[in-house]
T-cell receptor
Framework: DQQVKQNSPSLSVQEGRISILNCDYTNSMFDYFLWYKKYPAEGPTFLISISSIKDKNEDGRFTVFLNKSAKHLSLHIVPSQPGDSAVYFC????????????FGTGTRLTIIP | EPEVTQTPSHQVTQMGQEVILRCVPISNHLYFYWYRQILGQKVEFLVSFYNNEISEKSEIFDDQFSVERPDGSNFTLKIRSTKLEDSAMYFCASRYRDRGELFFGEGSRLTVL
C-alpha cells in the first residue's frame, strides 16, 4: 500500500546547480506534506513542510511545490551544496486524528563537487 | 536545542529474547510515535501514543510489541520475543501539537541473531 511514492531512488547533481526531488501521493485525504533529510545512522531531520491550502513554501535554499490536482509535490534545493548529500524522504499526513506520517521510499541525493 | 534521545544506540540480541528500546521525547511534547526502518527500505509507522494510550497502531505492531510511558518522561518500546525480521533501526518521534512536524531521535539499531 504505497500511498506516498518517490520514484527516483537516487539523483546526482553538480554542486551549485538545482536539485529537484519528486514525490507523488494517492490518498486525497492527505493535506499536509513534509520533507525530511536523513544521514546514515541518524534519525530523519525535518526540512520544510507545506499545507494543502498553499502551492509553494520557501525557506532559504529549499522550496516545496504542491500540485494538488496532480497529487504531486517537489522539493527544490538551489544552489546545491555537498552537505546536501543525504536521503530525502517525502511524508504526508491528514486530518485522521493521530496525525501519523506516511513516508515515501526516499531518494538518495548525491552532490558532486 | 531540545531533542529526542534514544537508548541504546545499538542492541544485539538472540532470537526469542525480549528487548526494550527507550526514548526520552522533548519535554513539552504530547504525541509520541515509534517508527522503524529496515535496511534500504522506507521509514514505517509502528504506533502512536497520546494521553497515555495507544491512538493507532500498524499491522506490524502485533501482540509481541508494546509501548509504555512509565514515568512521564520515558517512552519505551518492548518486543517480547524478537524475530530475525525485527532487525531494523527503530526511531522514536514526538510532536507538541496535533499537526506539524515530528521530531525524531537518532534511532536504536536492533540486530536479531
Amino acid at each position: 500500500d504505497q500511498q506516498v511514492k518517490q520514484n527516483s531512488p537516487s539523483l546526482s547533481v553538480q554542486e551549485g546547480r538545482i536539485s529537484i526531488l519528486n514525490c507523488d501521493y494517492t490518498n486525497s485525504m492527505f493535506d499536509y506534506f513534509l520533507w525530511y533529510k536523513k544521514y546514515p545512522a541518524e534519525g530523519p531531520t525535518f526540512l520544510i513542510s507545506i499545507s494543502s491550502i498553499k502551492d509553494k513554501n520557501e525557506d532559504g535554499r529549499f522550496t516545496v511545490f504542491l500540485n494538488k490536482s496532480a497529487k504531486h509535490l517537489s522539493l527544490h534545493i538551489v544552489p546545491s551544496q555537498p552537505g546536501d548529500s543525504a536521503v530525502y524522504f517525502c511524508a504526508a499526513t491528514g486530518s485522521f486524528g493521530n496525525e501519523k506520517l506516511t513516508f515515501g521510499t526516499g531518494t538518495r541525493l548525491t552532490i558532486i563537487p | 536545542e531540545p531533542e529526542v534521545t534514544q537508548t541504546p544506540s545499538h542492541q544485539v540480541t538472540q532470537m526469542g529474547q525480549e528487548v526494550i528500546l527507550r526514548c526520552v521525547p522533548i519535554s513539552n511534547h504530547l504525541y509520541f510515535y515509534w517508527y522503524r526502518q529496515i535496511l534500504g527500505q522506507k521509514v514505517e509507522f509502528l504506533v502512536s501514543f497520546y494521553n497515555n494510550e495507544i491512538s493507532e497502531k500498524s499491522e506490524i505492531f502485533d501482540d509481541q510489541f508494546s509501548v509504555e510511558r512509565p514515568d512521564g518522561s520515558n517512552f519505551t518500546l518492548k518486543i517480547r520475543s524478537t524475530k530475525l525480521e525485527d532487525s531494523a533501526m527503530y526511531f522514536c518521534a514526538s510532536r507538541y501539537r496535533d499537526r506539524g512536524e515530528l521530531f525524531f531521535g537518532e534511532g536504536s539499531r536492533l540486530t536479531v541473531l
